[in-house]
């Protein structure tokens, strides 16, 4: 019934073993001077966004296993335990999207005012849908009350998981792009 986060992924091409863009500019980067070099702070990580890529099919497929496995089965003791498993996940990828991520983006753009000031726009925006995600899982990780409480579940799983889709295909579409050696 609500395989609309799953849908997502159908059709995106294949991870090939070979060399990415981000690892070919990395090495790239390795071979010139860099102004950034010898300073502190966030460095580039060539594999950082395919490992957020990677984060987000995780959390995909978690999500998918809440409502399947969980909610249509009406199993609330796994659903619970994917919604915790989710939540730490989420938690996780959260850390590293902030901690490298943003973080990197805003060292590299702070010369340019309106690029710093979008790629703060979209980190608060995300702040705000990961509250909202947290919530979410808090608030039905306890199985007892999933049980009780299966209309509003529905509900809020579907907005959730309408907007986790939203936020993915942008950072994969746009937001990640940015993310780049200097």
Known sequence: MFDFV????????EKKATTTKAQA????????????????????DAALI?????????????FG??????????DFEALSAHLVEFKTLFQSHL??????FYAYL??????????????REFRRDMNDIANAVISFCKKYERSEYTKVAKDS?????QG?????????????????SLYAPV
């Open 6 to 13: 799953g849908k997502f992924f159908k059709g995106r091409p």
């Open 160 to 176: 959730i998981g309408q907007a986790l889709v939203r936020r993915v295909q942008l950072e994969e579409r746009d937001l990640y």
């Open 95 to 100: 850390l590293k999207e902030n901690v490298k």
């Open 106 to 119: 805003e060292q590299t753009m702070r010369t340019d005012s309106h690029s710093l000031s979008v790629v």
């Open 25 to 44: 500019q990395a090495k790239a980067a390795k071979r010139r001077p860099s102004a950034s070099r010898g300073t502190t702070g966030i460095k580039y």
């Open 153 to 157: 579940f529905k509900k809020e799983y």
């Open 50 to 62: 395919d490992n957020l890529e990677h984060d987000h099919e995780q959390l995909v497929e978690l």
């Open 65 to 74: 296993k809440v409502w399947k496995e969980g909610y249509e089965a009406s």
